[in-house]
């Protein structure tokens, strides 16, 4: 198991319950293993529209790579055959709307995104790249999805690499398009 910062509200007593989910944040580690939520904020919104790095650095699927984009990302469809289940998400976006000190607490108004998308080689049940993504403000969850689509298609298009659209997503997804001349 790779091995990741913890967030700062993780107590020994929570490393300790969550035997095997040693390594991943507070609030993975506390709702995947069913264990007690967070109650205090331990990320930054100062970053919105993206995540804290420090809670939300994003991950890399291992099985994507520039020699097999043909057989994963490049293929329609693919992202729904690793894409985890809301049963899966759903603990990691109540701890993180907690984790984010988020006013408003309505699941609904959040989607639990991969910082680094599924369309690009983001690692899909790595909660260091899951986060709640708010749907509310301008970027958001929304814009991010079309800048997904478009980065994708200029990497399967063989207009830029794997590795410079994962690096454009990853330091600001905001400006990834302008940053790789595909928009």
Not at 7 to 23: E, N, P, Q, S, Y
Not at 52 to 64: I, R
Not at 143 to 169: F, G, P, R, Y
Request: aromatic share 6%; proline share 7%.
């Amino acid at each position: 198991m790779s091995r990741i910062v913890l967030r700062a509200c993780v107590t020994a007593a929570a490393v300790t319950a969550t035997v095997g989910l040693i390594g991943t944040p507070a609030y993975a580690a506390g709702s995947a293993a069913g264990g007690a939520l967070s109650t205090t904020a331990s990320c930054s919104q100062s970053y919105l529209p993206l995540p804290d790095p420090a809670c939300t650095p994003g991950a890399k699927n291992p099985d994507v790579t520039q020699s097999t984009i043909g057989s994963t990302i490049c293929v329609s469809g693919w992202t729904a055959t690793i894409r985890p289940s809301t049963t899966y998400t759903n603990g990691l976006k109540k701890q993180g709307i907690i984790d984010y000190g988020y006013s408003d607490t309505n699941m609904s108004d959040y989607e639990e995104d991969h910082f680094l998308p599924l369309e690009l080689g983001g690692a899909p049940k790595d909660p260091r790249n899951l986060w709640p993504e708010p749907h509310a403000g301008s970027p958001n969850s929304s814009s991010k999805d079309s800048v997904e689509n478009a980065v994708k298609k200029a990497v399967c298009a063989h207009q830029v690499t794997l590795s410079a659209a994962q690096t454009a997503m990853l330091d600001n997804w905001t400006t990834a398009k302008s940053v790789l001349g595909i928009g």
